[in-house]
């Protein structure tokens, strides 16, 4: 018994040390940037993760550009294969792509040889659509040892988030998404957002929200940036 109590202890250090402790150690770091940022500089970075989806991505640049509105996508390298007209599109119409892996797996449940083949993987994915980026954000925010040598090996630039809107939730509308949105967002601040993947058709509710909240922010005197713009000038 007391060698099983000592064997599930050692596990779980092992666990904290491996992808719990450097996934806090990531956001508090982050957190401690932001608050040496510009706070009156009134910039908002749209990000997206988990697509591109040919249903919603493509609603979702229609709108951008109507609105001439540059943002961000973190595509899955997968999807991205699938997706190689809209990663074009993406790219003569001026918005950033970054890495949201290979696979959407979470680092906390990925072993040393399987996140540097996550990462080499979607990193090889976007150059065969002739993408060289920088930006990598892991899905969930969530990293592990292993990930972090992988981040610097690759010379990558870890983006994570300041406002979330919880809009993959099964049970999310387009109100409640909005009103997130409304309360949340301050300036300077980068806001994850989906355009694949959630339940319900949760990404078309992101969209109906956006089209109501992108021409707001524009009337608030807003102004759209990429994170290509922040962190690789």
């Known amino acids: ?20 402790f450097p996934t806090y150690i990531y956001k508090i770091s982050y957190r401690q940037k932001k608050k040496n940022e510009e706070f009156f500089d009134k910039s908002i970075y749209l990000t997206f993760d988990d697509g591109p989806d040919k249903d919603y991505t493509i609603r979702l640049l229609d709108l951008l550009q109507e609105y001439n509105v540059k943002s961000s996508f973190f595509v899955v390298g997968t999807f991205a294969l699938d997706n190689p007209d809209i990663i074009e599109r993406m790219k003569n119409e001026g918005h950033s792509i970054g890495l949201h892996w290979y696979e959407h797996k979470s680092a906390m449940l990925q072993t040393p040889r399987m996140t540097k083949d996550n990462m080499n993987r979607g990193i090889n994915a976007l150059k065969e659509l002739g993408i060289n980026t920088k ?29 979330m809107a919880e809009d993959w939730e099964e049970d999310t509308t387009t109100q409640i998404i909005k009103d997130k949105l409304i309360n949340r967002v301050n300036n300077n601040d980068i ?8 339940k319900n058709k949760a990404p078309l509710k992101t969209i109906e929200a956006l089209r109501e909240m992108i021409p707001n922010w524009l009337n608030q005197g807003y102004t759209f940036k990429t994170v290509g713009e922040k962190y690789e000038r």
């Open 191 to 198: 806001i994850c957002l989906h355009d694949g993947r959630g």
């Open 135 to 163: 930006l990598f954000r892991p899905p969930w925010g969530q990293f592990n040892l292993s990930m972090i040598s992988e981040i610097k090996k690759n010379n990558m630039t870890p983006v994570l988030w300041d406002v």
């Open 1 to 20: 018994m007391k060698l099983m109590i000592i064997s599930i202890s050692i596990v779980i250090c092992a666990y904290l040390c491996y992808s719990l």
